[in-house]
């Protein structure tokens, strides 16, 4: 039997805190510290490593995207921060994936989907809706490359695995990419595992970000998808 899912939750609300507590002791997900600023939650996350982290974007003194850079650069763990906030803002999205979350959600998340986002993201996947994923690659229309973005060499993929990763870059689910490409699911897992592994990616959201920096994929072709 798998050991439980292990959470820290950063909200600088005790009634959101308390209700995530909730949530997700209640479906066998152990909440492992609290944090009520983005200090406290690095802190927190360097002694407790956990699996995933529930990072609210407004708090005082650090913020819940500055908090998720330094987590997630050079840390011994390496667990999945899931941005929350109440606010459906373009640069929220294009922040946090940035800094190398691997999700987004409104805090007004059921949950059911919280519970399944916390699973989904430690699993390896990607918690970014197709309407989501349209905004931020309306945003790198607007701004073009990110000059300050790590260079990752595409050569190293074969022509099936580009074709993969242009699908997943249009918001595609596993299941999707396997009826597009009529391949069975565990073919595209196996295919979207090596595109990670060969770029150096945590996971499907970075995949997603490095297809539009490199100009894999056009804004136009992500809008069709």
Do not use: C, W
């Not at 699911?185 to 090596?194: G, I, L, N, W």
């Amino acid at each position: 039997m798998n050991p439980p899912l292990r959470v820290v939750v950063a909200d600088d609300q005790a009634l959101v805190r308390t209700g995530f507590r909730m949530i997700l002791t209640a479906d066998d997900i152990d909440v492992v510290a609290e944090a009520t600023n983005g200090a406290e939650a690095v802190d927190a996350v360097r002694r407790t490593l956990p699996d995933v982290v529930l990072m609210d974007v407004r708090m005082p003194e650090m913020d819940g995207l500055e908090a998720t850079r330094r987590i997630l650069t050079g840390a011994a763990a390496d667990p999945r921060v899931i941005i929350l906030t109440t606010f459906d803002l373009d640069h929220y999205v294009y922040a946090a994936l940035s800094a190398g979350a691997s999700g987004f959600l409104l805090k007004d998340v059921t949950p059911e989907h919280l519970v399944a986002a916390v699973r989904m993201v430690r699993s390896g996947d990607a918690l970014l809706a197709p309407a989501i994923t349209r905004r931020l690659v309306e945003r790198f229309a607007d701004r073009g490359a990110d000059p300050a973005a790590p260079h990752r060499d595409l050569s190293t993929l074969t022509p099936r695995e580009l074709e993969v990763l242009r699908l997943l870059a249009q918001g595609l689910s596993n299941a999707e990419l396997a009826a597009r490409l009529h391949l069975s699911e565990a073919t595209v897992k196996t295919h979207v595992a090596r595109i990670l592994g060969k770029l150096g990616l945590r996971d499907r959201v970075q995949a997603v970000v490095v297809a539009y920096e490199t100009g894999l994929v056009s804004p136009g072709q992500g809008r069709s998808g």
